[in-house]
């Protein structure tokens, strides 16, 4: 992960589509569009809200908004988020 700023923290791709080892805890994310950045990574606002959302419309508005400079909407079909079952869900 990488910090972007005190708000948000980028999420590569190309981590996130990679299936789970066995055994490994993530939250699965199915069928989103998801905010991405220009070098193809997903947003995690405040280290708990990933921005992302099943309806095209709703991402589109707050990508409209000056939070968002160079952030496009993007469809992913699955995602795998790692997280510790203290954080999941």
Partial sequence: MVLVSEKFTKIPIAEIIKIPNDGETVQLY?????AVTEDDCILLFKE???QCNTNINIMERVLQS????GVKVQFIETA?????????G
């Fill in 48 to 50: 708990h809200s990933y």
């Fill in 30 to 34: 199915k069928n989103r569009w998801w």
């Fill in 66 to 69: 000056k939070t968002h400079p």
């Fill in 80 to 88: 795998y988020i790692p997280c510790e079952v203290t954080n999941c």
